[in-house]
């Protein structure tokens, strides 16, 4: 009797136990992974042909839904940051705005989701899948490094992916804003350009993303791949493994995201 | 590899890659936009179906409220984490941009409360719920139609809009406003710690209402709502539209995780748009 007592009053306990546990594990593993995947770049020890296919899968394949999302973030940012500019000056400062929200914050950050949704939890699938149908197992018995040949292209095609995505959507964006505010507030793009380029912004707000960028490519492609590979029970854990890498990427983005723009100001 | 999907039987299902060759030029971009027409149409019949079943359909006991704690109750920390420091960086960033054109901050506090409370708050919430429970939903249904247990529902004279999505649409709905209500909460004092900290802005300085107004609001509210109904429908679509196996599931999912973020990006332009032109700035 008391022991079931004991045992309800400790649950608490027990589930933040767990949890500790739990994140230990997730975060022990993928730093376990980026030592062996560091490894196998600097001795250049990875399948050539297999990061090819990777990159253009990941990259080429992204870009309609990274332009779509560029376009209209750049629309958003333009109608959100009219009140602020309308009250700290004229109409001239919403290129700077626009400008530096896109390219500090939500260019990296939208890009970052929508690839981390799109790439990220397709690599875990497609992994996930591997292990499930035994097929890792199978590499492993042909005495082929599945680090080599899996992981280690995927990591450097995301990486990669994200980086020149991110380029990509911060100019879409900005030239969607540039036509936002043409359409909805009047503003003729050549004004918008001038308030971008007159000084209150410099390469070191485009820099400042696109180191995010990197950060944020690392994270999504470790979790990924963690995840990935330690998928247990059928289709429905393939599910459950998806799940949860979109989840402790979009996490980690966020913390890292705060990290980073603290460390570099 | 047969489809389940219970639309795709009335466009005529063939198994493309056998048949026609690969799309380029003008093809591609036609047959994107069939896809597009495709893909729009079912959307669209879902979501009637699903308001129809919402009104007059059969009420399962306890079904909602099943799933209101696993889109709520689930996410509510995952959700508290992400705004958390989401409020945080933006008042970093914006103190450090502000700094750069005037200079003191006694506004801060008020253009992030009118911003928050007018998109951020609901738009990120709502991509993060796409992601998490856009996922879940996705992942749940389309494993039941890869084991069958949806046909099976079918062969009970159950339609799986009914069972399935409604009880989330209904949850997703309210769960939305509550969660992006206590999130907006954790984001505002996060943010007012950050002024504090590092701008020196006094607490009672910082929360500061006065710029935000009834347009705000009702902007916020309006954003809730429609990204609480537009996720189970983007994601229960896809789960229903899944095939072939273990993989199928995998794609299944990602494809809800990128078509619901996509709508919560777009339906964000849109409302943000229609709100800007009726309140004015």
């Known amino acids: ?265 | 590899m047969t489809d389940t999907a219970p639309m795709s039987s009335a466009v005529g299902h063939i198994d493309e890659e056998a048949v026609v060759p690969e799309r380029r030029g003008l093809a591609l971009i036609g047959g994107l936009a069939l896809d597009l027409l495709i893909s729009g149409k079912e959307l669209y019949s879902i979501f009637v179906k699903t308001l129809y079943y919402t009104a007059r359909g059969t009420r399962e006991r306890g079904a909602v409220v099943r799933q209101m704690f696993e889109i709520g109750n689930r996410s509510l920390v995952f959700l508290c984490v992400v705004m958390g420091f989401i409020g945080m960086i933006l008042v970093y960033q914006a103190g450090l941009q502000m700094l750069r054109v005037v200079p003191e901050l006694s506004l801060l506090g008020a253009t992030f409360l009118e911003l928050i409370i007018r998109d951020l708050s609901a738009s990120i919430c709502a991509l993060m719920l796409a992601t998490r429970v856009g996922a879940g939903i996705a992942a749940e249904i389309g494993s039941m139609v890869v084991t069958e247990q949806v046909d099976a529902l079918r062969m009970c004279a159950a339609d799986p809009i009914d069972y399935l999505i409604k009880p989330r649409f209904i949850a997703s709905i309210i769960m939305t406003l509550i969660l992006v209500v206590i999130a907006t909460f954790v984001a505002f004092l996060t943010g007012m710690w950050t002024g504090y900290i590092f701008f020196d802005i006094n607490p009672l300085t910082f929360a500061n209402l006065s710029l935000v107004d009834v347009g705000d609001v009702s902007i916020g509210i309006t954003k809730c709502f429609v990204y609480g109904a537009a996720i189970p429908v983007v994601s229960g679509h896809c789960g229903l539209s899944t095939f072939g196996g273990s993989e199928g599931v995998g794609w299944a999912t990602t494809r809800a995780v990128v078509n619901s973020s996509l709508a919560v990006i777009m339906l964000n332009f849109f409302i943000s748009g229609a709100g800007y032109l009726i309140f004015g700035s």
Request: hydrophobic share 55%; proline share 3%.
């Open chain 1, 1 to 265: 009797m008391t022991d079931t007592i004991t045992h309800r009053a400790l649950a608490p306990l027990a589930a933040i136990g767990a949890f500790g546990s739990h994140l230990a594990l997730v975060v022990g593993g993928m730093g376990v992974m980026f030592g062996r995947i560091l490894a196998r770049l600097v001795l250049l020890r990875f399948d050539r042909s297999e990061l090819l296919r990777n990159m253009h899968k990941m990259g080429v394949k992204s870009l309609p839904i990274v332009v779509v999302t560029a376009l209209f973030t750049g629309g958003i940012m333009v109608i959100q940051a009219t009140p602020v500019v309308e009250r700290v000056g004229a109409q001239a400062l919403l290129g700077w705005g626009a400008g530096f929200g896109t390219l500090r914050e939500i260019g990296p950050l939208l890009t970052a989701l929508m690839i981390s949704g799109r790439v990220g939890a397709n690599n875990t699938a497609e992994l996930g899948t591997m292990v499930v149908t035994e097929q890792i197992d199978a590499l492993r018995a042909l005495a082929i490094d599945p680090i080599n040949f899996l992981i280690a292209p995927r990591f450097i095609g995301i990486v990669v992916t994200l980086f020149l995505s991110t380029i990509y959507a911060d100019a879409l964006a900005l030239f969607g804003a540039a036509y936002a505010g043409l359409g909805l507030l009047g503003v003729e793009p050549l004004v918008f350009l001038h308030g971008l380029t007159g000084g209150l912004l410099g390469l070191g707000d485009v820099f400042h993303g696109l180191i995010k960028s990197v950060v944020f490519g690392v994270i999504i492609a470790l979790s990924s791949c963690q995840f990935g590979i330690s998928t247990t029970g059928g289709a429905p854990g393939v599910g459950r493994a998806v799940n949860a890498t979109v989840v402790v990427s979009a996490v980690g983005i966020f913390v890292s995201d705060y990290l980073v723009s603290f460390a570099i100001g």
